[in-house]
């Protein structure tokens, strides 16, 4: 299976990348009388509104951009050997890449995978790592045992669970690539544009051996980052952890309340729709010529409420709940960093320790005028002290680029959260103000009932 090409050549490619996913952004633009099946259909009509969170445009990069785009999800295989391929579209002019545009195909673990090479690689140094989304072993399970021909994998009930995953692997992916070295990344790079199947990545299987060695580590750094407390020289790390630990409880608390919004919500549609019925069949059996109309009328517009507050419950999901989602993960990345900082303090002490033993045990020598063996013993303190200098070296870099790393990511949090609020407030008004417009063309129905 060819898994690369370039998009310029391939008008259908084209094509596909323009069409927007039926859970990316709830469709509030389309006419009554169209994609009627359509669940997610629009009862307003109006122009479209401010551009999603990715489409944000950055000042960090300068005159360079990149856009990626996770589309088309496919089925590959059968039974419990199938997953779920993506496809992988890139936009960009940083040099640092072959083709202008160009498409891949990449299956879940290899995200996973990529998560893995650049935590490898740069949370030692104290680079924030966008966290990976986080597996589903029950939605997994259903898409593998699922019937669906491969270019319907999103069918059925799983189509929401596929939409999610699809559109948290993009916002993955720019996420790191909004990041001006991550994005520099030989593996990201590779990943972007190869045309080659990536190393099958098996350590991210959930059940595998190194899966279950990944989890006792985590359980081990857990038990570390309780039990060690570092004695913190630099109050802009206390007050900043302080803040972190603060700002993360209260938005874990924020997207517990929105998810309950959201099952209200659905609720509220579904109890609506019931009303609905309920007028309908009740001016079908009416005598009273107006006051049929008028409940006939009610159902309808009762049914076009219903519709609405679908479209909010997806607002309040796909624009507001996935954001804070996201963030959530992103404070326990900087968490990850900040615990970096203290292993690597960590080390530093134990060189120190080391290196005081070895002083003394040199002077121990020197007093028993044991010659045969200060030479070696010479070497060890040299040795010791050249670890002590690397060691100290290395917290003060991870400290000072946690301190850029932070800035960095705080311009971006409120440039991030800016653009959602503003589309999530024009959203939620353009419900109500269409809900109003329906409600007022019923009332002179209402009032002719003789």
């Known amino acids: 299976m060819d898994t690369n090409g370039t998009l310029e050549h391939d008008g259908e490619t084209e094509q596909t990348q323009k069409q927007q996913p039926a859970f990316d952004n709830v469709d509030i633009t389309s006419p009554d009388d169209e994609n009627e099946n359509d669940i997610f259909e629009s009862a307003i009509q109006q122009e479209p509104l401010s551009p999603v ?45 072959k083709k202008r545009q160009f498409f891949t195909m990449r299956r879940f673990s290899d995200f996973l995978g990529l998560h893995d090479l650049l935590v490898s690689k740069y949370l030692r140094m104290g680079r924030i790592i966008p966290p990976a989304p986080e597996k589903n072993i029950i939605g997994t399970t259903k898409v593998r045992m699922g019937s669906q021909p491969q270019a319907e994998a999103g069918a059925g009930v799983n189509l929401e669970w596929i939409e999610n995953r699809r559109a948290s692997l993009e916002r993955f992916l720019n996420r790191v690539a909004q990041h001006p070295v991550l994005c520099q990344d030989t593996d990201f790079v590779n990943f972007l544009e190869s045309d080659q199947e990536l190393p099958r990545a098996v350590n991210t299987a959930a059940l595998s051996g190194a899966g279950v060695m990944r989890l006792f580590n985590k359980v081990g750094e857990t038990v570390n980052k309780i039990t060690y407390k570092m004695d913190e020289n630099d109050p802009w790390f206390n007050d900043k952890i302080s803040e972190v630990e603060t700002i993360d409880a209260h938005m874990q608390k924020l997207h517990s309340a929105i998810k309950a ?34 409940l006939s009328q009610l159902a309808d517009v009762e049914e076009k409420v ?41 080390n530093w002490q134990h060189a120190q320790m080391q290196l005081t033993k070895k002083r003394e045990n040199k002077a121990k020598l020197e007093l028993q005028d044991r010659r045969d063996k200060l030479e070696f013993a010479q070497k060890e303190v040299e040795e010791w002290e050249g670890k002590v200098q690397r060691c100290q070296k290395e917290f003060d870099n991870i400290s000072s680029e946690i301190k850029k790393e932070m800035e960095r990511f705080e311009l971006a949090r409120a440039r991030d959260f800016k653009s959602t609020i503003i589309k999530y407030l024009e959203d939620q008004m353009a419900h109500q103000q269409q809900q109003m417009r329906y409600w007022e063309a019923i009332v002179p129905v209402a009032r002719d009932i003789a």
Do not use: W
Request: glycine share 8%.
């Open 306 to 346: 219903e519709l609405l507050r679908s479209e909010q419950a997806n607002s309040d999901l796909y624009i507001l709940s996935e954001t804070i989602k996201d963030y959530i993960g992103l404070f326990g990345a900087i968490k990850d960093v900040f615990h970096e900082r203290v292993k690597v303090f960590q």
């Open 261 to 294: 919004l959201v099952s209200h919500r659905k609720e509220l549609a579904t109890l609506t729709g019931g009303v609905a019925k309920s007028a309908a069949l009740l001016s079908t059996c009416e005598e009273h010529t107006g006051l049929s109309q008028a």
């Open 53 to 97: 969170l990715e489409d944000v445009p950055t000042d960090e990069a300068g005159d360079t951009f990149i856009e990626i785009v996770v589309a088309d999800p496919q089925k590959v295989g059968d039974g419990m050997g199938s997953y779920l391929a993506y496809k992988v579209s890139t936009k960009t002019n940083i040099l640092k890449f």
